[in-house]
């Protein structure tokens, strides 16, 4: 049986409910901070952060702290017996002698409960030598401040491109981070057995990584820690590096006190001491043709990376990989750096990169349209990829024609042409609020960027009464994993869903696991999965076989029951198949591996095939604008994507609506605000909190609210034909963004191009509008503060 296709009966592609929804709703599903209160002695950790953005730590006194009653222990650099590092590459001291951004923590209080913790931190005397510090992206790029290395995608020649163009427009573009703002705060619990092993409970999308980090910090070899993730309260990138540190100062303090020790971060800690998305800066240049088609397109992207480098380099690559997006460009010139400011180090957020690139250019064609006479849809679709076309990087873009059917198939699903014409019709009969409507393509890619990530690792067990056991290395994050990972089991052993149980993600069962990450859990897992369970089946069909005298091809595993090719009459339960292939003394567990095939990449050259596939989707959005406020509505959503063959529609149709939901925040509403000021203050999170942070809730839902999955979209070569769905609908949201852009443009001249900052909070809407109503009228205000810069020329 080929990977995509799926025999009669097959719990893939199957509607349903994830599978701990009922735990999760009634309480009853434990998170790593639940697991503490079942230890005697626990331990709780509080940090001492600097209120300094940059400075030397002179002196450290923690007597204070020891006086406090119920204060065990203060953990400091002195303390660590292996490597003081948190990372990967070696640049982000455990505990630091040069703090870097405001809430570093330069040692961690242990005391019985977290009250004591707390009055040991604030009892710690810290001496700083307060240093010069860059808050802003533009601050660092005024003074060249770069870590990591600098990267540049060539195509063609962009001299030629622009010589040759009939159009030529130049920009600038500033686009904000995010905060990953998951339900549940990082979260470590760990302790020491009898035997010396330490074991650590941590909400980690990475667990191996966390057991690197921790072994290395502590001085011990891998095989001495152990990691557990038994699921997080959601992580969206921000749990794939960002844990390691956290884990390893608990594991250090149960190893030196002989206690069990908790670490969990407050909502403040957590947002004051993590990375976020990378804001980006670009400047660009770009060229058309008389129809409107791309030429040539030069782009230097500048992302703010934070303190260290953790996640930078590649997302950085993945935004230069995505800076085309849906559309073929004959000349491209991308470069991307990485800037080194004294905030937090700014991490993998889902899309890693992608958004920012296709941002980019999205943002690049809302500006141009007008000055070109084209509708914004119309020039999008003349420069879609067509088949046989390939990327800047060399890939060829397989199933380009899919771009085109996604489009059409949504232009009419959601009566686009018509409600273009409403729109226009409502907007001329209002003059204070206008509506605007806008739809736009994803194209994006699976696969880490970084080769060796893309294996997994699985552990199956079939016991004697029938029953299967499944291990897998990806972490549930509340993306449902899990629930495909018993879809596939259950499939590929043909067995009911019931008689399937999943085991939590451990280290010790199955080793040198890749993040979950990457959109690529349920490719790289379920092919593990699945060879596994196809190992076990081959062997079971040995002893079917001997039984139903047939060949073993000829053996079919349908819904619990094993018969021969065409004769389901004679067939038995696969429970009564288990038994006999036990006392047959048949090995009935096994180890799946899976590495995905054909990828190649050469990160200096920045050309290969990094990518399995592409995903492919557009959405539909309008909005109405308050021409006094700058306030809108999102008044109806149209999304349409390609998942292949779904292996689980409703998990692959709520990761759809939740990732737009999410891009419609991180376009429109989450405003990271750090304070620029020379004052004290200087550095500080301003927005560390959801007082002040906004986040996209039920409100923000859009009152018509429409997703739906392509059909016939099977992609060979993976697990049953799926595709992976975690990333690339966060994406959609950009037509929302780019539907405020037309209705801030309904304010003014049809022709001119109306510029709109990113994040497109209401007050950004409020300057766009009032910068296009006053091409109409001599202005009589100030320019707006803050506004983008580089009017295309």
Not at 294 to 316: C, I, R, Y
């Amino acid at each position: 049986m080929s990977g995509h296709e799926v025999p009669p009966g097959a719990a893939v592609g199957r509607a349903l409910a994830h599978e701990s929804a009922a735990l999760h709703v009634t309480g009853q599903a434990l998170y790593t901070d639940d697991l503490g209160v079942r230890m005697a002695g626990l331990l709780h950790a509080w940090p001492v952060g600097s209120p300094h953005a940059h400075a030397r730590v002179l002196g450290l006194d923690v007597s204070g702290a020891l006086a406090v009653p119920g204060v065990a222990r203060v953990l400091t650099r002195e303390d660590v017996p292996g490597v003081n590092d948190a990372g990967v590459k070696g640049d982000e001291p455990l505990f630091p002698d040069e703090v870097m951004f405001v809430g570093h923590a330069v040692c961690w209080v242990l005391a019985d409960t977290e009250d004591a913790a707390r009055q040991g931190a604030a009892a710690v005397q810290v001496t700083y030598e307060p240093l010069p510090s860059l808050i802003t992206l533009r601050e660092a790029m005024d003074a060249e401040s770069f870590q990591g290395a600098q990267s540049t995608l060539r195509r063609g020649d962009v001299t030629v491109g622009f010589a040759g163009a009939a159009h030529v427009f130049e920009g600038e573009f500033e686009l904000g981070g995010q905060e990953h703002f998951y339900l549940e705060t990082h979260a470590s619990l760990a302790h020491v057995d009898e035997s010396g092993q330490v074991f650590i409970q941590c909400s980690t999308q990475h667990p191996s990584e966390t057991q690197d980090i921790a072994a290395h910090v502590l001085g011990l070899d891998a095989h001495a820690v152990t990691v557990q993730c038994l699921r997080m309260g959601g992580g969206f990138g921000g749990k794939e590096m960002q844990p390691h540190g956290f884990a390893a100062v608990a594991a250090l303090g149960a190893v030196l006190t002989g206690r069990p020790v908790r670490l969990r971060l407050n909502r403040t800690l957590d947002l004051t001491m993590t990375g976020k998305r990378h804001p980006f800066h670009a400047t660009w240049k770009a060229g058309f043709d008389a129809d409107g088609r791309f030429t040539a397109l030069q782009v230097q992207l500048t992302s703010d990376g934070g303190w260290s480098l953790d996640l930078s380099e590649p997302v950085m690559a993945r935004a230069l990989c995505h800076v085309d997006n849906a559309y073929f460009i004959p000349h491209v010139e991308a470069r991307g750096r990485i800037a080194r400011t004294h905030k937090t180090s700014q991490t993998a957020f889902r899309g890693f990169g992608g958004p920012q690139g296709m941002l980019v250019v999205e943002d690049l064609l809302g500006r141009v349209a007008p000055l070109l006479g084209l509708d914004p849809h119309e020039l999008r679709q003349r420069n879609f990829y067509r088949p046989g076309e390939c990327t800047p990087y060399g890939q060829p873009v397989r199933h380009a024609e899919r771009l085109e059917t996604i489009w059409a198939e949504l232009l009419t699903s959601s009566d686009f042409h018509a409600r273009h014409a409403a729109v226009e019709a409502f907007n001329a009969a209002n003059p204070h609020v206008k509506r605007g409507l806008a739809v736009t393509p994803v194209k994006f890619g699976i696969s880490f960027n970084f080769t060796a990530y893309n294996q997994a690792g699985a552990l199956v067990h079939v016991y004697k009464d029938g029953s299967v056991l499944v291990n897998h290395g990806g972490t549930e994050m509340g993306q449902g994993l899990h629930t495909k990972m018993l879809q596939v089991a259950a499939t590929a052993l043909g067995v009911p869903l019931a008689s399937v149980r999943l085991a939590p993600t451990r280290t010790d069962k199955v080793p040198n696991t890749s993040a979950t990450a990457a959109s690529s859990g349920a490719d790289l897992n379920g092919g593990a999965v699945k060879d596994a369970c196809e190992q076990i089946r081959a062997r079971l069909a040995e002893v079917a076989a001997g039984r139903l005298a047939v060949h073993p091809d000829d053996v079919r595993f349908e819904e619990g029951r094993v018969f021969p090719l065409g004769h389901p009459e004679r067939g038995f339960p696969f429970r009564e198949l288990v038994h006999d292939a036990y006392h047959r003394r048949t090995q009935l567990w096994a180890a799946g591996f899976y590495r995905t095939p054909g990828l190649h990449w050469d990160r200096e050259a920045m050309q290969g095939e990094p990518f399995k596939y592409f995903s492919y989707g557009a959405s539909v959005t309008e909005v109405e604008l308050d021409g006094f406020t700058g306030a809108y509505r999102v008044l109806r959503a149209d999304l349409l994507h390609d998942v292949g063959d779904s292996l689980s529609p409703l998990i692959d149709l709520g990761q759809v609506e939740g990732g737009y939901l999410q891009g419609l925040g991180w376009l429109t509403l989450e405003e990271l605000r750090w304070d620029e000021s020379t004052g004290a203050g200087r550095g500080r999170l301003l927005t560390q909190a959801a007082s002040t942070y906004k986040l996209p809730s039920l409100s923000e839902l859009p009152a018509d609210f429409r997703a739906a999955l392509l059909r016939q979209a099977t992609e060979t070569g993976v697990v049953y034909g799926s595709k992976a769905v975690g990333e690339p609908p966060l994406m959609l949201a950009i037509s929302a963004r780019e539907a405020i852009r037309a209705a801030c443009a309904a304010f003014g001249p049809p022709t001119q191009p109306t510029l709109l900052a990113s994040p497109a909070t209401p007050e950004a809407a409020f300057w766009a509008l009032h910068a296009a109503r006053s091409l109409l009228s001599p202005p009589t205000e100030p320019d707006a503060p803050g506004a983008i810069q580089g009017v295309p020329t």
